[in-house]
């Protein structure tokens, strides 16, 4: 298959499938001109490195993840432990949006907006620190 019908199959643009090749997450073969020649496990692979990704796994999780999945002697402990340690990174990227939204609330809420010029929005922008965002 070439990179076209790769990327129609995958669901992935053809720049990520030739990254994911430069990086080594796929190997491709190479025909006698040069071009690439996917395989159905190529396929495989970058649909798994889609749907990982989509997850927001970092490209040095799905590597360990693609390696796990063709390891048939793999402990499953192990694929859990990476997604924990995902679902973590997650939760804490919750929380510090829910710290910047209640500052933000915050300022909103202080902040006249009517045609006078002070803003408690651009002072705390201004002042080292700001206010102490929550969390």
């Known amino acids: 298959m070439n990179i076209g019908d790769v990327a129609a199959r995958s669901g992935l643009p053809a720049k990520t499938i030739r990254y994911y090749e430069d990086i080594g997450l796929v190997k491709p073969l190479r025909d006698s001109n040069g071009y690439r020649a996917f395989r159905e496990k190529e396929v495989h692979k970058l649909i798994f490195l889609g749907r990982a990704r989509a997850l927001g796994f970092s490209i040095e999780d799905c590597r360990a993840l693609l390696a796990l999945y063709e390891d048939e002697t793999r402990a499953s402990a192990d694929v859990k432990r990476i997604a924990e340690q995902h679902l973590e990174r997650i939760e804490q990227k919750i929380r510090d949006l829910n710290a910047m939204r209640a500052t933000l609330t915050h300022l909103i809420e202080e902040c ?11 002072e705390d922008l201004a002042r080292p620190g700001g206010r102490k965002v929550a969390g």
Request: proline share 18%; net charge negative.
């Open 112 to 122: 006249a907006g009517d045609h006078r010029p002070d803003c408690p929005i651009l």
